[in-house]
T-cell receptor, first 110, second 114 residues
Framework: KQEVTQIPAALSVPEGENLVLNCSFT??????LQWFRQDPGKGLTSLLL?????REQTSGRLNASLDKSSGRSTLYIAASQPGDSATYLC?????????FGKGTRLSVIA | GAVVSQHPSWVICKSGTSVKIECRSL??????MFWYRQFPKQSLMLMAT?????????EQGVEKDKFLINHASLTLSTLTVTSAHPEDSSFYIC??????????FGPGTRLTVT
């Protein structure tokens, strides 16, 4: 059974700092991995999707990497801003529908 | 990008009543739709997967007679919470997928059962 773990559970950083969120999964037989953002009481916003054959994807200040063999992904956020404050969820899809981690709650302090 | 809507965005109902939540794909045909439940500060847990025109597949521990799912068309799926109880209060999120492409998520429905 696929399990997804995200570390840390919560993170607080000052504005402008670069940061890394971690995601690990137990079954490396995945089709793709996605990073989502969720604001309090809201739905999900897809940030980046990495296919299993890819190693990384970039969008603006966000960069996500994937090491399928070791079951790890990182989300790098450059020059963090207060507007980046949200919960970041990692999810993997394989033979089963998307399996989500519990998320990392990020607070960027102005 | 693809848009998925949910209605209502929030609902309050009395214990013992039934509530229906709609999920619509607005600009694509969703061959598969998924229903998730999220408790406060927890992750999304998949409840069921539905394919258009066939019965939904429920995850272990999810009561199919309590959470009725209908995927009658390629753009609409409904989740009906029957005989709702306070422990059913949660955030329900649907997603829609065309073929094997990316899943697109709705904005969620906050259900409160009093």
């Amino acid at each position: 059974k696929q399990e997804v773990t995200q570390i840390p559970a919560a993170l607080s950083v000052p504005e402008g700092e670069n940061l890394v969120l971690n995601c690990s999964f137990t079954d490396s037989a995945i089709y793709n991995l996605q990073w989502f953002r969720q604001d309090p009481g809201k739905g999900l916003t897809s940030l980046l999707l990495i296919q299993s054959s890819q190693r990384e994807q970039t969008s603006g200040r966000l960069n996500a990497s994937l090491d399928k063999s070791s079951g790890r992904s990182t989300l790098y956020i450059a020059a963090s801003q207060p507007g980046d404050s949200a919960t970041y969820l990692c999810a993997v899809s394989g033979n089963t529908p998307l399996v989500f981690g519990k998320g990392t709650r990020l607070s960027v302090i102005a | 990008g693809a848009v998925v809507s949910q209605h209502p965005s929030w609902v309050i109902c009395k214990s013992g009543t039934s509530v229906k939540i709609e999920c619509r794909s607005l600009d694509f045909q969703a061959t598969t739709m998924f229903w998730y439940r999220q408790f406060p500060k927890q992750s999304l847990m998949l409840m069921a997967t539905s394919n258009e025109g066939s019965k939904a597949t429920y995850e272990q521990g999810v009561e199919k007679d309590k959470f009725l799912i209908n995927h009658a068309s390629l753009t609409l799926s409904t989740l009906t919470v029957t005989s709702a109880h306070p422990e059913d209060s949660s955030f329900y999120i649907c997603s829609a997928q065309e073929g094997m492409y990316e899943q697109y998520f709705g904005p969620g429905t906050r259900l409160t059962v009093t």
